[in-house]
């Protein structure tokens, strides 16, 4: 499935004061980011460490998208002053935050000072704070709003303004602010790749894996989490290994690709993964192969699948693959590996022979 944001403009009960960073969560973890910046140096390397902060944090620009072990996405737009207080709960002062919850075990409360907005399977868009009141967009399924022990629902396409004392109005601008964010779905059938893969050391021959992002074209791992192993990989090549001995959730290797426009082009993504001998993905934890496409003005989506991984002794090597067209003025693509390690200390997967290739365009096709 790929879920495009394009162009959010996302504002949250009260918190309380910031307090010092907590202990990691294991719920969820930081998954994306576009331009973020982070209110401390010690926040921003906590978060870029896999780890999360469970007391009020603060983005002061940009934005940024976590992903939780439940299968909830969630993309918070700065400014914003939000704390993600449990595996089922956000609480956000100020800020703007689309939350996407594709399964029962993943349905989120959003906690505003006027209002608590519960999912009933649906994806949805939060404003809290701007003007003293809560606008609350459901751009599919359904929402439950509870303000002082009166509840109502809301449907898909329905937009409402709460504000502190109550009052509820119907509110089409905030709708039409939303618009733009639309769901495109995974090609129903690859078209056939052409030119060279886009991403550099595909097999991580070359080069070290970062600890912070650097640009396109630099392989970045979580610290702590990420490795290259000379002879494990295929055919006793390089591999790159995610490892979840320090119980992060969702630690992953990456590389930005620029690749001029590419808007309604498909592009195609694949890996081969394996599961070390010594410490296999256990039965709750699987990997993640995804997509985001960006433009040249900040917005973007993202495109992800779970992947099958091998579990026998022999560290067999299975290919997966990913495909979906790229939104209109898609000018650089993210490909990400994520763990979902649900915060054990036990757990990790080799890495090999990635690819990005842009196919055909779709127009092109019989």
Not at 24 to 36: M, Q, R
Not at 141 to 164: D, K, W
Not at 299 to 323: D, I, M
């Amino acid at each position: 499935m790929v879920v495009a944001v394009l162009g959010i403009n996302l504002h949250v009960l009260p918190i309380s004061a910031p307090a010092a960073l907590a202990a990691p969560a294991a719920f969820a973890a930081l998954s994306g980011e576009i331009d973020a910046r982070w209110g401390d140096d010690a926040l921003s390397r906590l978060l870029a460490a896999g780890a999360l902060p469970t007391d009020l944090v603060h983005l002061v620009s940009g934005s940024a998208q976590f992903t939780f072990a439940s299968g909830a996405t969630v993309v918070i737009q700065g400014p914003a002053e939000f704390a993600l207080r449990g595996p089922l709960r956000i609480e956000m002062l100020s800020g703007k935050v689309l939350c996407r919850c594709p399964l029962e075990p993943s349905r989120l409360t959003v906690v505003t000072p006027a209002i608590e907005v519960t999912d009933l399977g649906t994806e949805f868009v939060v404003d809290a704070g701007g003007e003293q009141r809560t606008r609350v967009a459901v751009i599919q399924g359904e929402v439950l709003v509870a303000r002082n022990g009166q509840r109502f629902h809301m449907r898909t396409g329905q937009t409402f303004a709460v504000s502190l004392d109550g009052h509820v109005e119907y509110d089409a601008p905030f709708r039409d602010r939303f618009l733009p964010i639309v769901r495109i779905d995974e090609a129903e059938r690859p078209g056939t790749a052409v030119g060279a893969n886009l991403l550099a050391d595909p097999g991580f021959e070359v080069h070290q894996l970062i600890a912070s992002d650097a640009g396109p074209g630099v392989w970045h791992g979580t610290a702590g989490a990420t490795a290259r192993l000379p002879g494990r990989g295929r055919a006793g090549s390089v591999a790159a290994c995610i490892d979840s001995a320090m119980g992060l959730t969702y630690p992953l290797v990456r590389q930005l690709v620029t690749t001029g426009d590419v808007g309604g082009r498909e592009v195609q993504a694949s890996v081969w993964l394996a599961q070390p001998r010594e410490n296999p993905l256990r039965g709750t934890q699987d990997a993640i192969l995804k997509l985001t496409f960006r433009d040249h003005a900040g917005h973007y989506a993202w495109a992800q699948r779970r992947l099958p991984v091998a579990s026998n002794e022999a560290e067999h090597f299975l290919q997966s693959r990913l495909s979906a067209v790229a939104p209109p003025g898609t000018d650089q693509v993210l490909f990400e590996v994520l763990v979902n390690t649900a915060g054990r200390m036990h757990g990790s997967i080799l890495i090999d022979d990635a690819a990005v290739v842009i196919a055909e365009p779709v127009a092109a096709r019989p």
